[in-house]
């Protein structure tokens, strides 16, 4: 099995109702703002190891699960709103009201959400500095709209294939609201339950089919932290089932481009070799186009990393942490 050169720390935050878990590597550093990484959808912080096995400078690295993914939950209990020591100094409240005495699960999740969690994760971790921003997939998207609205709390920002999504037109809108409700109800229904499996080896073989560039050993390792065994003993992926339900909202590529224009640090966008878009949209969305939408950013560095998919910081770890390292200098 893999075994990680860095060890990280584990802490749960209070964040809007949630208990966030952020994972950590490396000690802060007075005047040094975390290198925050935010990961893609159907993933876990903890998918950043290798990765950050590869950096060879010692960083001070905050890495959430964003809400519903990994150990992230929502928080159980009642009382007054709590505030925490930020590890910069200053203090933070995250809370506003007492949570109840239940949290129930969302049926369904917006995506504004994502930005004001890390929001609140940059005040407790960074309080008023800027930092280093890295987001990948799901993430990299979070990362390119935070950059816009928030342009003054990113020094440098990453984005590993965050690509968006294909663009819209208004006329979509009534069948998109009906689908929305449609797989609500098939949620409640029991209908878009995720598979669960017999054993961790199950998840590892179910990682490297989703990935075949995904080496044994690291299957292994990060099957631990994808997945997790039920009462049953069965492994059920983390992720919250709910994640699966399309977005009541439509994809407005100009509104995107809107925001993209308001980024003030320099950017620095990744992709793979393999030509994800192509195989996910098969005409709908190309990369020529995630390019073209690219050029609204004022500050931009384009970079490709070879022989690798999607996954690019689990196909090439080394070649993506020096790519990181020599742009945020």
Request: charged share 20%.
């Amino acid at each position: 099995m893999y075994q990680a050169l860095k060890d990280s720390r584990s802490t749960f935050v209070p964040i809007r109702h949630l208990s966030y878990h952020v994972r950590q590597w490396g000690e802060p550093v007075p005047g040094q703002a975390p290198l925050v990484l935010v990961h893609g959808w159907m993933d876990v912080s903890a998918s950043w190891q290798f990765m950050v096995d590869a950096l060879k400078a010692d960083r001070w690295i905050v890495a959430p699960d964003w809400r519903g993914f990994g150990l992230t939950k929502a928080r159980i209990g009642a009382g007054p709103p709590q505030t925490d020591a930020s590890p910069l100094g200053g203090q933070r409240a995250h809370e506003v009201a007492s949570v109840g005495a239940t949290c129930p699960a969302p049926d369904s999740y917006w995506f504004p959400d994502y930005l004001a969690d890390l929001d609140a994760l940059l005040d407790h971790f960074a309080d008023e500095q800027p930092v280093d921003l890295v987001g990948h997939s799901m993430g990299g998207n979070v990362a390119m709209m935070y950059g816009g609205v928030r342009p003054q709390r990113i020094r440098r920002l990453v984005n590993l294939e965050g690509f968006g999504l294909p663009a819209t037109r208004p006329a979509q809108a009534p069948e998109r609201y009906a689908k929305w409700m449609d797989e609500i109800k098939a949620l409640h229904r029991g209908e878009m339950d995720l598979k669960p499996y017999d054993s961790i080896e199950g998840v590892a073989r179910r990682l490297m089919k989703t990935n075949p560039r995904l080496p044994q050993n690291k299957a292994d390792w990060l099957a631990q932290h994808w997945a997790a065994p039920d009462a049953q003993g069965r492994w059920q992926i983390l992720g919250d089932v709910a994640h699966k339900v399309v977005s009541a909202h439509l994809y407005q590529v100009e509104e995107a481009q809107a925001i993209y224009r308001r980024i003030s640090a320099p950017v620095l966008s990744v992709t793979a070799s393999d030509d994800s878009l192509s195989q996910w949209w098969k005409g709908q969305f190309t990369l020529a186009q995630y390019l073209e939408r690219l050029q609204a950013v004022p500050s931009l560095q384009n970079a490709v990393i070879q022989d690798a998919a999607h996954m690019l910081h689990h196909d090439q770890p080394e070649e993506l942490a020096r790519l990181i390292e020599n742009f945020l200098i």
